[in-house]
Structures are given as C-alpha cells and as structure tokens.
C-alpha cells in the first residue's frame, strides 16, 4: 500500500521535474530576453540566409543551430545539414519555403505532408531536402534542410547520393 502511494506521488513530481529543465534548457540565461531578442538579431542580419548556401533562404524569424549542422566542402561536393528553430507556424513556413526555393530557381520535386512536412527540391547539380516539424515540447518548429551541390562539371551525369 505504502508503494502504491510513494509511486502516484513519485511519477507526477518526476513529470514535473523533467518538464522544468527541459523548458529551461531551451532559455538564454546570458542577459537577453529570449526569443524577441534572437529575432531581432536575425531581423537586423541583411540577408535571411546564415549559410554557405545562397540560394537557400531562411526567414528571419527562425534561428541557426550551429550544434546541430553540419557542413561539408570539398573540390567537387558541397553539404550538409542545416538546422533551424523558431516559433513559426508550420503551415506558413511550408509556404515560405515553396515560394522562396521556386523563386530562387529550385524545382519541387514532391512533397509529403503529415504530422511533419517534408519538401524535396532540385536544381542542376543540386538537391535539397527540407523536414518541417515541431520540435519535441511543441512551442517551437524545428527546421533541418539536407542539401548537396556537385561543385565540378565533370561528373555531370553521375547519381546525386543523399
């Protein structure tokens, strides 16, 4: 009986712990006041793309995650994988991308919508890859873009692995 009483108490005040840190793993406890102060400084960046990459825009509103990306150059490839977070809606931020990688002269190749979105795009010697989804506490929306660009002319028919 003792058990059954230590677990119904244990299990919601270990729910709740877990909840707080992870809530506040997400903060900046450097002095700034959070999310406005992070889009403020991606809004006050001339150009909405943090990356190597400059025909792949990203809205202000989301913020580079330079732990969790990961880019690649050499003679004859250019990758990587490109994380993103922000309080975005998910829908809107489908549409972003679909009109901004068009207008940047990218082809969608498919689309797969669900509780994630997935877009693929290609261009000559490129692909692109972009999941849409909300991050694991739900207040956020987490961007990863995969891309990959043949740098040499010289393998021009050859597979574009991803």
């Not at 992070?38 to 330079?66: G, H, Q």
């Not at 990306?69 to 549409?95: E, N, P, Q």
């Amino acid at each position: 009986m003792q058990i059954a009483r230590t677990r119904r108490f244990l299990f919601p005040l270990l729910a709740a712990t877990l909840l707080m840190t992870g809530g506040c793993a997400g903060m900046n406890l450097g002095g700034s006041t959070g999310d406005s102060a992070t889009a403020e400084a991606a809004s006050a960046e001339p150009n909405a793309n943090p990356t190597d990459f400059k025909d792949i825009m990203v809205p202000t509103e989301l913020s580079y995650n330079r732990e969790k990306s990961m880019v690649i150059r050499t003679a004859s490839f250019a990758g990587g994988i490109l994380s993103f977070s922000g309080r975005v809606d998910m829908s809107s931020l489908t549409d972003y991308f679909i009109a901004s990688m068009q207008k940047d002269g990218w082809k969608l190749n498919g689309s797969i919508k669900y509780k994630n979105v997935l877009l693929a795009f290609t261009k000559p010697q490129k692909t692109s890859l972009i999941n849409i989804y909300p991050n694991s506490l739900g207040y956020k929306t987490d961007v990863s873009i995969y891309v990959t660009e043949e740098i040499g002319a010289g393998d021009a028919g050859g597979a574009r692995a991803f």
